[in-house]
């Protein structure tokens, strides 16, 4: 199966850090008038803001996509998933003090870093799953049966215990699993592509009635629409975190800012670097990411100089 077979599924539902990478609290929105979106189980969406950002360049033209955190329940299980039968390389297996429980593993992901973030099961309640998909090339595919110990098969689609949602096609096995794009499920798209091309400044590489797919530096992200998610359970957007990477967090969060974005609060430092945060129009939660120089001394340097430095070339 090439990337042909690693377009949209067709399934029967559809027609932290203490200013870090880890988890942070559910966004509330403002009190504004909202668009109005058919009946489901995303919030109202917020209309993208307007400004002239034509003379204001985007940080975030060709940002690296450095990291996709997913939130799980057993670190045990989520290894064996990961390594075993998907065939996702360790790149670092250490937890950074006092951030115990973020990034205890992250893998070589091809065009980005996929990390894992422990937390107690009481978290992923069985009404909702991500709103979020990974698009990944593995050796087994969605065919692999050892898949079935680990969560539910529909056609490509594969969606793990905790509600991680993941689309598998079959690639080379020498090169070991890659994400090759990265999927968000938006309720509008009148309100999405706005903010994505015009006030974050990503490019729109194509578009449809259903999607839109940007380029970033490394690995596409797509929006889909759709009124829920991939095995249409209720959204959350708070099982995970899509980073971007910008050489100097304060610089890139205040030219966003001129060109209309809002943060969900000040620019932060820890040992892992500098990072803040912000919803796009449905309530997905992206963050921008400064490395700190110890942070380049511990496992996962390499693959973020990697992918910081575009030699992972996008496909």
């Known amino acids: ?41 995303f919030p109202p969406v917020r209309p993208a803001l307007r400004r002239d950002t034509a003379v204001i360049e985007s940080p975030l ?3 690296p996509l450095l990291f996709v955190f997913i939130d799980i329940s057993s670190l045990p ?47 992923f309640r069985q009404g909702t799953s991500d709103a979020l998909t990974l698009v990944c ?8 049966p050892r898949l079935d110990a680990y969560g539910t098969r529909a056609g490509g689609l594969f969606t793990d215990r905790d509600g991680h949602h993941f689309v598998l096609g079959t690639g080379d096995s020498d090169r070991g699993a890659e994400i090759v794009e990265v999927r968000l499920a938006v309720a ?30 490394t690995v596409d992200l797509t929006l889909e629409l759709c009124p829920d998610t991939p095995d249409g359970r209720k959204a959350r957007f708070n099982g995970y975190l899509v980073v971007l990477h910008v050489p100097e967090v304060r610089a890139a969060a205040a030219a966003l800012a001129e060109r209309g974005l809002t943060f969900r ?10 990072t803040v945060r912000f919803n796009d129009p449905t309530g997905h939660v ?3 990411y400064e490395p700190s120089a110890e ?16 030699r992972t070339h996008r496909r």
């Open 61 to 63: 033209r060709e940002a």
């Open 137 to 144: 090339r593995t050796a087994g595919g969605a065919g692999d």
């Open 286 to 288: 992206l963050c921008l």
């Open 265 to 274: 609060g000040p620019v932060g430092f820890s040992d892992i670097g500098g």
């Open 1 to 41: 199966m090439g990337d042909r077979g690693l377009r949209r599924p067709r399934h029967p539902a559809r027609a932290g850090h203490r200013a870090g990478l880890g988890r942070s609290r559910r966004h509330r929105h403002g009190s504004g008038a909202a668009r109005a979106i058919r009946p489901g189980p």
């Open 77 to 123: 299980r989520h290894r064996r998933l990961c390594e075993d039968v998907l065939g996702f390389r360790v790149v670092e297996n250490q937890f950074h003090p006092p951030h115990e429980h973020h990034g205890l593993v992250k893998y070589d992901a091809g065009g980005t870093i996929l990390a894992l973030n422990l937390f107690t099961e009481s978290k």
């Open 188 to 217: 509008s798209l009148t309100a999405s592509v706005p903010f994505y091309r015009d006030v974050l400044g990503l490019e729109l590489r194509e578009q449809d009635a259903a999607s839109a797919r940007f380029a970033t530096g």
């Open 295 to 310: 942070s380049l001394t511990w496992g996962s340097a390499d693959k973020v100089r990697e992918l910081t430095a575009g």
